[in-house]
């Protein structure tokens, strides 16, 4: 005789997704051996419905970022990571099966976010690094997270879980999320993408002038809510005792992520908001204040700007290979070194500065 296996946190997904869709079949694609040993996909399963409006799509749902059978992690608030995602893609009226890409796409965030134990959260956004469909000759690049707007927050015996949709966005809107917000820049544009639907042969939005003008109001108005941000390439380098006079200590900077960095301190730092850097090895929070002073303790390094450096730093810093000195302090200079961008093989696709 076998236990019965409990799958509390399964039928409270399945609910809510049948009081959405009535008696539709979805397209279920489940895992045959689980992860843990061994298989090649993370997720327990992915169900993919048909819906019309605003526009035919796919809207999919996962079941694998939260406790799908027993309550195995500590958190009771929590059931797993807190969250599902779901993805709304395009669909064609002739369509029988979700598309390939989408549903990889989906194990591939499962697969993130076991191996970095990172968690997404509503306002996150990711930077592809390209396409987010391989094959596809498209300007998504990144994508974001925000609530799905037709599935409520579960409330289970082994936690709460969230839906969080994912959105396909280009490298420009990605700039404009971090410089402002997910949600603001999302709420401009929702007329050009209704419901939020994955269309990989669209434009960028920032294209359309009233849309690109909504997000500069934006921007200007409330600075940024990013206020920490991962950046591959940075370092510091305390100055040093030269033969006649002491060297400058450097900050190292990535091509790539230059004038986001310039921007974020004009939207965090003039508005009197701190900006931390985070990479693998050290962390650089930079600060506003009257007098610019630097403190380094072990890993971490705290720039306190006055304004003029602030400025100094925002106009000269680009996405361009080369030093910059600074003539508003003679403490410290900007390294900005080549970015080099990478496909899954580790193949150099296109570089940077």
Not at 244 to 270: D, E, H, M
């Amino acid at each position: 005789m076998t236990e019965e296996v409990k799958t509390t946190g399964w039928d409270a997904i399945e609910e809510s997704l049948t009081k959405l869709y009535g008696e539709q079949e979805p397209k279920h694609y489940g895992t045959i051996i689980s992860y843990m040993l061994g298989g090649q996909d993370p997720l327990d399963g992915l169900s993919a419905y048909k819906a019309e409006t605003p526009s035919p799509h796919w809207h999919i749902v996962t079941f694998g970022f939260s406790e799908l059978y027993e309550k195995e992690m500590k958190d009771p608030e929590y059931s797993g990571y807190g969250f599902e995602l779901s993805f709304r893609v395009s669909r064609s009226q002739d369509e029988e099966e979700p598309p390939a890409w989408a549903l990889n796409l989906l194990q591939n965030m499962r697969r993130y976010v076991f191996d970095s134990n990172n968690i997404f959260a509503s306002g996150d956004y990711l930077d592809a690094n390209g396409p987010i469909c391989l094959e596809a000759d498209t300007q998504l690049t990144a994508l974001a997270f925000i609530p799905d707007s037709q599935l409520e927050t579960l409330h289970t015996s082994n936690g709460r879980v969230e839906f969080l949709q994912m959105v396909g966005i280009t490298e420009d809107e990605l700039e404009a999320m971090k410089v402002w917000n997910t949600r603001g820049l999302l709420e401009a544009g929702k007329a050009e993408v209704p419901g939020y639907i994955t269309d990989l042969s669209r434009n960028c939005m920032l294209q359309i002038p009233a849309i690109q003008e909504s997000v500069q109001i934006g921007i200007d108005r409330d600075g940024s809510n990013t206020g920490y941000l991962f950046v591959d390439q940075l370092a510091w380098e305390s100055r040093k005792n030269g033969l006649f006079k002491k060297k400058p200590s450097v900050l190292i900077l990535g091509a790539k992520q230059a004038s986001t960095i310039g921007k974020l301190l004009r939207g965090r730092l003039l508005k009197g908001k701190d900006l931390m850097l985070v990479s693998k090895d050290i962390n650089v929070t930079l600060e506003h204040d009257l007098t610019t002073e630097i403190e380094i303790n072990e890993g971490t390094v705290h720039l306190k700007l006055n304004e003029a450096v602030i400025n100094e730093i925002m106009y000269k810093l680009l996405p361009k290979e080369g030093e910059i000195r600074l003539s508003s302090s003679k403490d410290f200079i900007v390294q900005v070194v080549k970015t080099y961008i990478k496909d899954q093989d580790g193949n150099v696709t296109s570089i940077i500065g």
